[in-house]
């Protein structure tokens, strides 16, 4: 099903241009906007039905095709372009003051997901005051993360499908969610689940040392709201201690308002695993005990 509405801008990082979607199938006046960042290999439309659970409990969602991604790659999946990761993260800085200023008055809050959590860990350093909060669903701390893969047998599968082992092989994408048919949507989708180039992965680890520094958390608003939400079975969750790292690093640095989620048996895509139903409520009312209520 088609998002509402389709737009663009330019990236100011290196003028690539970002394609957007925006769900406003609002009954009444709204009372915030989520800004969606998706995850490596996907694609922003892949959340509509997110989106539209949105809309119904009275927040406008918007989300991007990332560079590389979607439509915005046009063909060219992967090619992040001449700024890199850094670049994406710029970009999702750029989507939410552009938000901010499109919608006076109501708070935006930031939903990362994966490949695009790392990129909101990275934006809230820079840009913390754009946002009245923050969801980071199939998440880590990227830095611990990264020491474990590099812990992986260097002859073993390469790419998203290494993340398989310990599951079920009929796709190799079972790691993504316990119901099949979400599995095989996303093998069906073209815009999903295309061999990442070779360059990825380094570049989206590159920020992992800054992600973990005390002294840059620091400077985070202490009344920044963030909710950490994973399947205990994600493999980017490290059976959970990865997520509760990343939590209790926030609450560290001094958030006086950290959440912390695991959902048990579920895995990485919490808003297609079988009880996505549940993990949506959840994250709906996360949002609504943040936002004013309507009129």
Known sequence: MPATTSSSFVSSADGTRIVTYT???LAGPPCGVVQIAHGLAEHGERYDRFARALNAAGFVAAAVDH???????????????????????????????????????????????????????AALLGSAPTWSGAILSGSTALDLFAAAMAQAPADGPAG????????????????????????????????CGWPV?????????????????????????????????????????????LVDALGQRYRAAGLADVTVRLYPGA????????????????????LQARAPARD
């Open 197 to 241: 180039p070779e360059p990825v992965i380094p570049m989206l680890f590159a920020p992992a040392g800054r992600l973990a520094d005390p002294a840059e958390l620091a400077r985070l608003p202490a009344r920044l709201p963030i909710l950490v939400a994973s399947g205990d079975a994600d493999p980017l969750a490290g059976g959970g201690a």
């Open 160 to 191: 998203l499908e290494a993340f398989n082992a310990g599951f079920e092989h009929r796709t190799g994408y079972e790691w993504l969610s316990r119901d099949a048919a979400e599995v095989d949507a996303y093998v069906a989708d073209p815009w």
């Open 67 to 121: 560079r590389g991604h979607g439509r915005t790659a046009d063909g060219r999946f992967g090619d992040f372009g001449a700024a890199g990761f850094d670049g994406l993260i710029a970009d999702v800085a750029q989507f939410g003051a552009a938000l901010r200023t499109q919608h006076p008055g109501l708070p935006v809050f930031l939903f990362g997901h994966s490949m695009g959590s790392f990129a909101a860990q």
């Open 267 to 286: 895995r990485h895509e919490i808003l297609n695993e079988s009880n996505r139903d549940a993990v949506t409520a959840d994250l709906v009312a996360w």
């Open 23 to 25: 769900w406003s199938a």
